[in-house]
């Protein structure tokens, strides 16, 4: 089933939702700000991610108009900003608890993309930059365009990245490049990201879309139940012994026997 959430509260969000079959695709959609993300839109993203039913394997995460991202809405860190979202700057007169569980409210939908119900997909093709680059890295897999750009701008703007980014960037290229990558707040080209595996596939921007398809048909060509105990095994292991996760692999396999056999 998909989400109730309606078009105008996508609209809203400055999201677009495609839900057929076992695919779900999200779409950040302000092109004309580059696809620059707000706290309504993360929103959104965590109720849609909140609401998928039992049938989706797969969420693609993309950007319209030819670019993923640009990051945060510049706009949220102008203290004259007065809409409906105000800004960040007036968030101060909170309390270090108040700011940390906002933040915690924000970071929602970037954790979900973690859940081990789907696997989730980044295609990437213009800007990826500083939440940007974090929501990409908060999805399972990145299929990136040779133009695409990443870059971890927060340390620039005298901030960290604290959009969930942090743990999968070391994850993907290690603690040393992770670092020069953020210190620097340098561009990172999109054939430079394959060969550092923080993309697991780059082709020029014309053969995304059959790439993505292909890797969706590899995805799901296997039993669903097989790959969700498989995925949340590999999500646990670095923080396991080896005891231990000999232990999680001896467990799940008798889910996995029993439900083979229809028990
Ligand atoms: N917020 C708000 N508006 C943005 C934006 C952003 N992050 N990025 C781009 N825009 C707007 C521009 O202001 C411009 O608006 P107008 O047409 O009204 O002038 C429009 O989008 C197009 O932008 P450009 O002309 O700059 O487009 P470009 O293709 O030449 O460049 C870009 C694209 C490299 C992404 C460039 O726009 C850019 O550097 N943007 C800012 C990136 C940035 O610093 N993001 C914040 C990172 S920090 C973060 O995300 C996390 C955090 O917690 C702080």
């Not at 995460?61 to 809409?83: E, M």
């Not at 915690?104 to 939908?109: E, F, V, W």
């Not at 703007?157 to 290229?173: E, I, N, R, S, Y």
């Amino acid at each position: 089933m998909a989400p109730a959430i309606s078009a105008e509260e996508l609209a809203h969000a400055g999201l677009q939702l495609a839900v057929e079959g076992a695919v779900a695709t999200i779409t950040l959609d302000r092109p004309q700000v580059r696809n620059a993300q707000v706290p309504r839109m993360w929103a959104g993203m965590a109720r849609i991610l909140g609401e998928l039913g039992p049938e989706v394997r797969v969420v693609v995460v993309r950007g319209a108009g030819g670019t993923f991202s640009a990051g945060l809405d510049l706009s949220l860190l102008d203290p004259s900003q007065t809409d409906e979202e105000g800004n960040f700057i007036a968030t101060l007169a909170a309390s270090d608890q108040e700011i940390i569980d906002q933040i915690g409210i924000y970071q929602l939908p970037f954790a979900m993309l973690a859940d081990p119900r789907f696997i989730t997909i980044a295609v990437v093709e213009g800007h990826a930059i500083g939440a940007g680059f974090q929501l990409a890295l908060s999805c399972d897999l990145r299929i990136v365009a040779e133009d695409a750009r990443f870059c971890m701008k927060e340390p620039a703007l005298g901030l960290v990245p604290d959009l969930v980014g942090t743990k999968p960037l070391v994850d993907a290229v290690g603690y040393a490049r992770a670092l020069e990558i953020c210190a620097t707040a340098r561009f990172v080209p999109g054939d430079e990201a394959g060969e550092i595996g923080l993309a697991q596939v780059v082709v020029p921007a014309a053969e995304l879309d059959g790439v993505l398809a292909a890797t969706i048909d590899a995805l799901t060509a296997h039993v669903h139940g097989a790959v969700t105990a498989t995925k949340r095994l590999l999500q646990e292991a670095p923080s396991r012994s080896l005891e231990d996760q000999r232990l999680a692999e001896r467990t799940a396999q008798v889910a996995r026997f029993r439900a083979l056999a229809g028990g």
